[in-house]
């Protein structure tokens, strides 16, 4: 037990943490920007309201969300820990922490990955926290039994604020440079370090760095902009 801790509480340790707690989190965001993107259909809210229902009653999904919850803490907890070792270890940090080319991102990855979490608290204040405390109108649908919570309406209203969609954009603008050094620094970390497979990995993870915060952006834009 005691070198597991001593183990977790070393830079290799915090790493591997770091590693796997991050694509843990990546395969979170590429799953709830697929739900999210209901939120673009034509329907008055209907799909999205009805997905977010078995979301959030599903016991297996509820299980995965306590799990996400806490990976989020741990990797914020854990970066945090991890930035303040390297200041302090400067001159004489690992070979491995040196070896990857060094760009903007790469160099303030705990300052982005602070303001993602603060831009999740809040977003969760916003949306999750409303609906956990009972804050939304109830709606009815044909064929689905009881009433729903109507998510969607709190989700449309939300985005008529151009503070928030301004917000929501600048968010999705740091969470993709979070992303472009954070998805092949976790491979590398892992040891995934291949002739063949390593430019492979640095432009699938350039292209999820992309797409999934403009797929996020597209959301608050389209309810201000044609809702
Ligand atoms: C336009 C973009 C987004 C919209 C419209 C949106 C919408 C929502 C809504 C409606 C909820 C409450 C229902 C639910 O739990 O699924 C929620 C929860 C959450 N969102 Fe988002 N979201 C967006 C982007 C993001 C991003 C970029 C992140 C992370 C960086 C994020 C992290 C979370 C987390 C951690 C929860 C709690 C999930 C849970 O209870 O398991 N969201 N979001």
Redesign the pocket.
């Known amino acids: 037990m005691k070198w597991i801790i001593t183990f977790f509480g070393s830079g290799i340790g915090k790493k591997l943490l770091m590693s796997l707690t991050g694509l843990f989190?990546i395969l979170?965001?590429a799953v709830?920007?697929l739900?999210?993107l209901q939120?673009l259909k034509d329907d008055g809210g209907h799909s999205?309201n009805v997905?977010?229902k078995f979301?959030?009653t599903n016991p297996l999904?509820?299980t995965?969300?306590?799990g996400?919850?806490f990976f989020?803490l741990l990797h914020a907890f854990v970066g945090i820990s991890l930035a303040w070792y390297n200041r302090n270890a400067k001159g004489q940090k690992y070979a491995v922490f040196n070896s990857m080319h060094t760009t903007w991102a790469s160099k303030n990855m705990a300052l982005l990955g602070s303001l993602?979490l603060a831009?999740?608290l809040i977003?969760?204040g916003?949306?999750?926290l409303k609906?956990k405390l009972d804050q939304l109108p109830m709606v009815t649908y044909p064929g689905i039994e009881g009433e729903i919570k109507d998510?969607?309406f709190?989700?449309a209203e939300?985005?008529k604020n151009p503070v928030l969609v301004v917000s929501?954009v600048v968010?999705?603008i740091i969470?993709s440079y979070h992303l472009q050094h954070g998805f092949q620094s976790a491979f590398q970390t892992l040891g995934i370090n291949h002739q063949k497979y390593t430019p492979a990995i640095k432009a699938l993870g350039m292209a999820y760095a992309i797409l999934?915060?403009f797929?996020?952006?597209?959301?608050?834009v389209y309810h201000f902009l044609l809702k």
Do not use: C, E, Q, S
Request: glycine letters at 8%; zero cysteines; a positive charge.
């Open positions: 989190l979170f965001l709830h920007l739900g999210n939120l999205f997905y977010a979301m959030t999904i509820k995965i969300g306590y996400n919850y989020i993602i831009f999740i977003h969760m916003d949306f999750w609906m998510l969607y709190r989700v939300a985005f929501y968010g999705m969470l999934i915060p797929g996020f952006a597209i959301i608050p």
